[in-house]
């Protein structure tokens, strides 16, 4: 089986994990401090903190900007559902907003209202948002912006907080994992803080505020330590495979440019059952695009007129990672082509 992701793991990142583990340290250690370092260097930012996903990093981040009970926070309706959670677990109200052709949060149907605190653009599959429109947005209004850069390394940020995610999937990986990058010093401690069960400074084991144990362990970090120094590689691989794909895929599944390429998706229009299960039996993985937050049970409203319904029923994501050749994605290629051949051949 050909699968939708494999990490990428070098003797780069094994040198780091066998220091850590030479030096008996496995969960606390000097790495988690490097790859917060590096993390916010690349991305033009003063300070990293890391925890344990980031679903907890928005959560985190939501937290530290005092956003809570009776507020609301605006998030895309086309997204993974953590981005969504993160404002539930708060207490907070997502409110849901519909996307473009991109797959992006549509800003200009972004509704602001007395309770509206933040904003949570998704860079989904790697598609940057007009952060431009966004930010200005929320200056006027006052509200946070906190992105959602899981599917984004490489897009340099420009919110109040962002947040990563390093699940084994993601461009840059350690096997679970995330990150919040501020460049303002009163959040990144209050974050780290409410990260790390709200010790105080003394480690009195008095505790100010309700903490959370959401830490990145130091043979993790020794992993992001090692991806963070690939990077740029990583995404130059990346960028060459969706070459290969625009090249050999019939021009009909190409999808809007992507900025980075987490994964790469197709327009397969009413194709979509069709081709998975092709390329099922031809053993290749392919994934469904995001069902819209308002068709989930816990959210439910109105969804079918939304732009991201329509999306979930014809989009694919495909197989996409660093150690893909020209061969493989033009195997996947081939077979997508074929099977829009034989469907076409049956209508």
């Known amino acids: 089986m050909m699968r939708c992701s494999k990490p990428s793991i070098t003797k780069i990142e094994r040198k780091f994990i066998e220091d850590a583990l030479n030096k008996n340290d496995i969960g606390v250690g000097e790495y988690i401090g490097k ?61 849901f907003v519909d996307c473009k052709n991109d797959l992006t949060i549509d800003e200009t149907k972004i509704l602001i209202t007395p ?28 509200l946070w912006v906190i992105e959602d850069m899981a599917e984004a390394h490489g897009i340099i940020p420009s919110g109040d907080v962002a947040c990563y995610s390093f699940y084994g999937n993601k461009i840059l990986t350690t096997g679970e994992g995330g990150m919040c990058l501020t460049n303002d010093s009163k959040t990144a401690e209050e974050i780290r803080l409410l990260a790390n069960m709200y010790f105080d400074k003394g480690r009195t084991l008095l505790h100010p505020k309700i903490g959370h144990n959401f830490r990145l362990t130091n043979i993790q970090a020794a992993i992001g330590y090692g991806q963070a120094l690939r990077v740029e590689k990583m995404i130059k691989k990346r960028n060459q495979i969706a070459g290969w794909y625009d090249l050999y895929l019939d021009k009909k599944f190409l999808m809007p440019k992507r900025e980075v390429v987490w994964m790469y998706d197709i327009d397969c229009g009413e194709e979509q059952e069709k ?55 033009m195997q996947v290629a081939k077979l997508i082509n074929e099977c829009s051949r034989i469907t076409s051949k049956t209508k």
């Open 275 to 329: 081709i998975k299960a092709y390329l099922d039996k031809n053993n290749i993985e392919s994934r469904y695009f995001f069902k819209p937050m308002s068709m989930q049970p816990m959210y439910e409203g109105k969804f079918e007129e939304l732009n991201a319904y329509k999306w979930s029923k014809q989009g694919l994501y495909l197989p996409t990672y660093f150690d893909m050749t020209k061969k493989d994605v």
């Open 115 to 142: 309770k509206t605190k933040a904003i949570m653009p998704v860079h989904i599959y790697g598609r940057k948002c007009n952060m431009t429109a966004i930010n200005t947005l929320a200056k006027k209004n006052k």
């Open 35 to 95: 790859f917060e370092k590096a993390w916010a260097k690349y991305n033009g930012t003063n300070y990293g903190v890391a925890c344990n996903s980031c679903t907890n990093a928005l959560y985190l981040a939501l937290k530290a900007l005092g956003i809570g009970p009776g507020d609301e926070v605006i998030v895309p309706e086309f997204t993974m559902i953590a981005t969504a959670w993160a404002v539930s677990y708060t207490g907070a109200t997502p409110v």
